[in-house]
């Protein structure tokens, strides 16, 4: 119940051509306490309810249990969100023995392109493809919570 993650912006849209699956996702938060994120999302035709501990030191470890429930259900609980919700399409790439995802968000948060590989250690190595870019697991200006209230554009513009 561990998740290891780092984040990357995206250079360039090289990965489209490379990924093997991609679905729209749209995620908002029933909480974006930093100690507890509660997050209800969309996802290919099905819900998901998901809550996310606070990371460590590192930024690259944190807790975090998610279980598959009914689309029904996560839209009724759409509208208890927070506002500010996160629309995105999600392309998923193999590189080597890891899946990149990467995130294009539309709305306010146009213009992002975001990856994320998850690890089963915090010095796992990985294969990172060209279109990899600056590293920024430890911004937290990139976590779809922040994005949801600061979006994109607002911090980008100035």
């Known amino acids: 119940m561990i ?3 780092r984040k990357f ?8 051509s490379q990924a093997f699956a991609h679905n729209r996702i749209a995620q908002g938060y029933i909480s974006k306490n930093p100690e ?5 999302r969309i996802k290919g035709g099905k819900g998901f309810l998901t809550i996310k501990g606070k990371g460590n030191e590192s930024g690259l470890s944190r807790f975090e249990w998610e ?3 009914p ?4 839209q009724q609980l759409m509208h208890l ?3 500010g919700t996160i629309d995105k399409t999600r392309y998923e790439i ?6 990149i995802e990467v995130d294009v968000f539309y ?5 992002l392109v975001m990856a994320e590989i998850e690890l089963s250690s915090e010095t796992e190595t990985f294969l990172k493809p060209d279109w990899l870019g600056e590293e920024v697991t430890n911004d937290h200006r990139y976590y779809n919570g922040y994005l949801s209230e600061h979006p994109f554009t607002s911090w980008t513009t100035k």
């Open 3 to 5: 998740e290891i993650e």
């Open 67 to 69: 279980k598959e429930i």
């Open 36 to 40: 507890r994120t509660v997050r209800v």
């Open 94 to 99: 193999q590189s080597g023995n890891h899946v």
């Open 81 to 83: 969100c927070e506002k």
């Open 71 to 74: 689309v029904e259900e996560a």
């Open 107 to 111: 709305g306010e948060n146009e213009g």
């Open 9 to 16: 912006l995206v250079t360039s849209t090289d990965f489209i």
